[in-house]
Each structure stands twice: as C-alpha cells, then as structure tokens.
C-alpha cells in the first residue's frame, strides 16, 4: 500500500468512527416507551498519524502525515407501541488529511439510516431481546464521504441490568449486518458490547466499558485513490465512558478511546461527548 499517493482512503477512518460513535451512549437494547421520544446529539473527534496496512502491519503516514474527523450526529427514537419504536439517524463530518505536501478537506451529511426495532422478548422486564431492520440512504454526491450506495442492515441486541458487588450494572450486546446495494457493495459485519456500572445511589454517576468493531468484505479488494470505493477493512477499538444524569429528561455522556488493531484502516485515539434528552415523558 502506498500511503502518501492515496491519502484520501484515510478519510473511511474517520467515517466508521463517526458510524460507531452514537451507539455507545444510548444503549438501544432497552426500551423506549410508547409515545416517548429520545434524542441523543454527538460530537465526535478522531486523530490518527499512522495506519495498519492489508497485512496488518502498523507504520507511520509517510511526509508526516495525519488525518483527523470532526463528526456532528443525531440519533432520534420514538415509541410507537410497547414493541415497535422508530429509529433514525443523520451524520455529518468533516474529514482532513494533511502531509508535507498537500492538504485534502472533504465536508457533509453522510448516509441517513432509518429504522424500525422490534422487541422480540424480556425475561421478567430486566432482559430484553430485540431486532431491528435499518434503511441507509446516501445524502451527499462526493465520493470521499462514502460509498454513495444504498443500503440495509438487520441488528440484533441483548441488553440488562442488575446488581453487583452493592452496584446497579447494565450491558448492551449488539451485532447488524449491513449489506451496501451496488457494485461490489460491501457486506459488513458492526457490533459493540457496553458493561456500565451506576455509582451512587440517585443513579447519576456511572462508568461503562465498550468494545466494538468493524468488519467489511467485498470482491473489490483492490485500494482507489478515492478512500470510499475501499471496501475491504477490519477494525476493533475499546472504550470508557463517564455519564452523569442531571435528572430524568438529560444525561451527559462523555467517552475516549483507541484503535487496538485493524486491517487497512488506521490506529487512532477517539473522543466523543453524547447528551441525551427526553423532551415529553
């Protein structure tokens, strides 16, 4: 791989971050209440100066190079009955990559996803069981911020909660599979796990873990100057998040992390700050 001479393939980094990021504060496994609308706004930031190449072997961008996104999204769900509620999902980002030589900017919406999640079961109302089927429709015309195709994606999601240790825990497990329509479409593979413990008894305070990660295949499995036509990469990052609940409308959610191996993708550090608002109960 030549990294200097296809430099805006490093934009995809910052684009599967952005995709990543929302799904840690708002733990989709548990239920939103009929009639009840969640909001969860995003700023995310992701830096990276080196990459693992297609045989996973990690080295510096050449000319010093580096590359950072800024992402903006909103994550909106609505309950529509005591099984069905509404999902969607609207992201903007701004990608840069620079070096000694040159200097590539690429700005805008990225795909909308809208949803329908179905939950399937509970065991006693603590465990819930759900499926959801998710529609992806490209917003922009500029191949740097994505694959320009249409997509769709069935997720399944087990989440719960209890005590531990005199602590309130809750987990989320999460695995979809997303299939871009289109030549040489991708099929991916995105899933996360979040462990999250409450530390006081108001339940204001609370800590949480995450691992989750990529996996994307297709026949197209050569690089392109155009980082988004890369279809085949592979990635795991891990986690910590710090929440504080001002009360049962808002919550603050504030999260680092890190690349801990990939395959034709960069080995970054990540930051995002997620607020949740519950605007009618």
Known sequence: MNLPKTYLKYLLIGLSFILLAP????????????????????????YADRAWDSLRRKKLFDNGGRFQSVGISLYAEYGLSRRFTMVALLPYVKNTYEDNNAKTVSRGFTDLEVGLRYYLANINYIYYFTVQGTYVQPLYSDLSLGYK????????????????LGKNYYFTAENGVRQYFGPDGPIQDRYNATFGLTLDRKFRHQVSASFSGFYSSSNFTRFSPIQAVNKNFAFN???????????????????????INGRNTGDGATSNVSLIFKPFR
């Open 149 to 164: 195709q249409q997509g769709a994606e069935i997720k399944f999601a087990f989440a719960g909660s209890g005590k531990v």
């Open 237 to 259: 990052q891990v986690s910590l998040t710090y929440g504080y609940t001002f009360s049962k409308r808002f919550s603050v959610f504030l999260s680092g992390g890190h690349f």
């Open 23 to 46: 799904g840690s504060s708002h733990a989709g496994g548990f239920p939103v209440r009929p009639k009840r609308l969640l909001l969860s706004p995003s700023f995310s930031y992701f």
